[in-house]
């Protein structure tokens, strides 16, 4: 069947009365109910009836576009961090100053991340990518007019402006997966969403190196970040242009029963805060919001500090320091996509979520232990195996969360998981910092470690608890009981007919 044919995907059965429905909802909700129930196929009378439903093929578009844009953000969070003694000697400011051009990034989440889930759920998709891209845009152009020594405050607020735009973008993967996307390929498409994310940092590993060398002569140095800034604008412009043009709220018609109920529910019956109180009652979620931001939070860590622990071991290696970041990210990429069309096939999410959490620990272990032995190959292997699985698992958290949380809204859970990613990232690069810069870089690395193994086992007690699976096979149920009723009541009416006796032959 073609993908552009409707199809009865079978998610939930919706009542005449949604009112009733949409309270019997939330209720069961608040009961700790695994999920709105479907109809009793038995009792289908004409007045139930499953929704229409529809795969577009411009979903690939929409989830690709915003990949772009999330790398052209994420490539600027770590631009600055991943040469950090050059910029030091450029602005002529200390490592710690440098290091809060990526925090910022952390910083900014925290306090907008409740209002922007809000203008999520009331203004929608479109609106969001609009203001993300722009801002990001804006941003970009600041920092153009910032290459001068004495203008690092100028540079500064273009990173802001950035940070500010990633507020708009870290918590649309799974948002725009369910909107878009077939309860069958939610998961990869997700995995898509994160994957430009992560790109985008790998990006920044590599590039900025590059473009970038560590020259003596400041107007020649100043000519070489003028570069990058001006390429970055023009790709942020660019994006911005495509996003006006070609990205769009929602489709016509949901991919799911599940997002047709849940387009269903009037907007008065829709509090934001009764959500976010709802979500902060549902105890599983609570355990993944602190696991999550755990092992998150050590990647910002790792991800904003690589320079120094780099230069330290191996002076001089700023380039390998960023192909290293690469390698970390590049991997994380590929674990990421292999773990989200695993997760589609197999659903099992508390399983591949602690397998995977696990081994982000044994490889920080073995990263941490490898780091100082003088051979930069080992290095590259041992950072590889850490940014598998620790990137890796970023799509897992949002599914997870999706399904503990369902049909609450999407960008609501993944806000909460990565406000707490946002402040672990803080927490941790601060201490992780001023450890290395005290005891080494062995010290700072064992200091996650221990937040890692501290998060696993955190992992091991969350009640797999998945609503959108139940709610999937629900509605199928439904679906498949109105179809073998109507096959029952035609073989009933075939049955009634008065057999007619069979000719005489011929004599």
Not at 430 to 443: E, H, N, S, V, Y
Request: proline content about 5%; overall charge neutral; charged content about 15%.
């Amino acid at each position: 069947m073609s993908e552009e044919q409707a199809v009865p995907l079978g998610d939930a059965a919706l009542d005449a009365d949604q009112s009733k429905t949409d309270l019997e909802i939330h209720g069961k909700l608040e009961a700790g109910d695994a999920a709105p129930r479907a109809g009793n196929p038995s009792q289908l009378d004409g007045r139930e009836a499953l929704q229409p439903t529809r795969l577009y093929k411009r979903r690939w578009m929409i989830v690709l576009l915003f990949s772009s844009y999330s790398l052209c953000n994420s490539f600027q969070w770590i631009q600055y961090g991943i040469i950090n003694n050059i910029f030091m000697k450029f602005y002529n400011v200390d490592a710690f100053t440098i290091d809060w051009m990526s925090m910022i990034y952390m910083l900014t989440y925290i306090p907008f991340i409740f209002p922007v889930t809000w203008l999520l759920d009331k203004k929608g998709l479109r609106v969001i990518a609009l203001v993300a891209t722009a801002l990001n845009c804006a941003g970009t152009w600041i920092k153009v007019a910032s290459v001068k020594p004495n203008l690092f405050a100028v540079t500064f607020l273009g990173q802001m402006s950035c940070s500010f735009a990633q507020v708009f973008i870290l918590g649309m993967p799974s948002r725009i997966a369910s909107v878009w996307f077939g309860s069958e390929e939610v998961s990869t498409a997700c995995s898509i969403g994160v994957f430009g994310n992560q790109l985008g940092i790998a990006i920044g590993f590599l590039v900025p190196p590059i473009l970038v060398p560590n020259v003596d002569d400041m107007d020649e140095l100043a000519h070489h970040i003028s570069i990058m800034f001006y390429i970055t604008a023009g790709v942020a412009t660019l994006l911005f242009i495509l996003v006006i043009c070609v990205f769009q709220e929602r489709p016509k018609l949901p991919p799911t029963q599940a997002q047709a109920t849940a387009r269903s529910i009037p907007p008065e019956h829709y509090s934001y805060t009764a959500s976010i109180l709802r979500l902060l009652r549902n105890r599983p979620f609570n355990l993944l919001i602190v696991t999550y931001g755990l092992n998150v939070g050590c990647f910002y860590a790792v991800g904003t500090l690589l320079n120094r622990m780099i230069i330290e071991h191996y002076p001089g290696e700023e380039v390998n320091a960023g192909r290293i970041g690469l390698t970390i990210v590049i991997a994380g990429m590929v674990g990421s996509l292999i773990c989200g069309i695993w997760l589609d096939k197999t659903k099992t999410y508390k399983q591949t979520t602690l397998a995977v959490y696990f081994m982000s620990l044994v490889g920080m272990v073995v990263y941490a232990s490898t780091l100082s032995l003088q051979h930069l190959w080992v290095v590259f292997i041992t950072a590889g195996a850490l940014g598998f699985f620790m990137t890796g698992y970023l799509p897992l958290g949002f599914e997870f969360a999706v399904e503990l949380t369902y049909p609450e809204s999407e960008g609501t859970s993944s806000g909460l998981l990565n406000c707490s990613a946002q402040v672990f990232g803080i927490i941790f690069t601060i201490c992780q910092g001023k450890i290395m810069d005290r005891f080494g870089t062995l010290a700072g690395n064992i200091f996650l470690c221990v937040f890692l193994l501290i998060g696993a086992i955190m992992t091991g007690f969350i009640k797999s608890d998945l609503r959108r699976q139940k709610a999937n096979l629900m509605a199928k149920a439904a679906a498949e009981g109105q179809m073998s009723g109507q096959d029952y009541g035609a073989t009933a009416l075939i049955s009634q007919q008065p057999e007619t006796p069979p000719a005489k032959p011929d004599q």
